[in-house]
């Protein structure tokens, strides 16, 4: 089983940036892909970015330009970089592990981590 530790959300003001933090247990990235999806209240699970073994990344359109997603050096946490917030970008962000090239779906992702509240303020 693998488990996913989300960090780093919280609150900011519109244009304002936070940085969240996934580190899988028992995982190690050869074949494997990290993404992350975020849902606000009342609505569906959407995703927002993914990072593959090669360090291939892709983004959804709300949030490219603005986001970027990376790894450390050695490979074993992954982030997310949120710059220019805006109040539409509060949700839950949720990490998710993958064996796909760049999976964009929910269902193509196996483990899930908990959440972590992201809340932009106008």
């Known amino acids: 089983q693998v488990q996913l530790v989300e960090s780093g959300g919280g609150l900011a003001q519109a244009g304002g940036s936070l940085r969240l933090s996934c580190a899988p247990s028992?995982?190690?990235?050869?074949?494997?892909?990290l993404g992350w999806f975020r849902q606000a209240p009342g609505k569906e699970r959407e995703f927002v970015a993914t990072?593959?073994?090669?360090?291939?990344?892709y983004y959804s359109d709300s949030v490219k330009g603005r986001f970027a997603i990376s790894k450390d050096s050695a490979g074993d946490t992954v982030y997310l970089q949120m710059n220019s917030l805006k109040p539409e970008d509060t949700a839950v962000y949720y990490c998710?592990?993958?064996?796909?090239?760049?999976?964009?779906?929910?269902?193509?992702?196996?483990?899930w981590g908990h959440g972590t509240q992201v809340s932009v303020s106008s």
């Open positions: 998710a592990v993958s064996t796909s090239w760049l999976p964009t779906r929910i269902f193509e992702y196996k483990y």
């Open positions: 028992r995982l190690t990235f050869s074949r494997s892909s």
């Open positions: 990072i593959n073994w090669n360090n291939v990344t």
